[in-house]
């Protein structure tokens, strides 16, 4: 069993940046295909980014304004966002699984998540 603990949220005016991280419990990622998805208010649930190994993902959203690494040791991924925008506002969670292939955006094999950290944007 794996337990994700996001961090980091929190409110930002437009054009800032902000840091989410998130932490498996007792274990490291190296073995675990790490991803961050959304969910604002009233949407589905939309795919941010994705980490195994050494290659990374993202999804249109963060392209060229979010970066997604991982610390030497495999315990933390983080998530830096930067220029935020309003539409960026949402619920953020962190998810992992064994492995995923190259269906990084696919939430359903993901089979562990965080509770979340909300992520509000003001314009």
């Known amino acids: 069993q794996v337990q994700l603990v996001e961090s980091g949220g929190g409110l930002v005016q437009a054009g800032g940046s902000l840091r989410l991280s998130c932490a498996a419990s007792?274990?490291?990622?190296?073995?675990?295909?790490v991803a961050w998805f959304r969910q604002a208010p009233g949407k589905e649930r939309e795919f941010v980014a994705a980490k195994s190994g050494g290659y990374t993902y993202y999804g249109d959203s963060a392209k060229g304004r979010f970066t997604f690494s991982r610390d030497s040791a495999a315990i933390k991924v983080y998530l830096q966002m930067n220029n935020l925008k309003p539409d960026d506002t949402a619920v953020y969670y962190c998810a992992a699984a064994s492995s995923v292939g190259t269906r990084w955006s696919e939430e359903a094999l993901y089979n562990y998540w965080g509770q979340g950290t909300q992520v509000t944007v003001s314009s």
């Open positions: 007792g274990r490291t990622f190296i073995r675990y295909t």
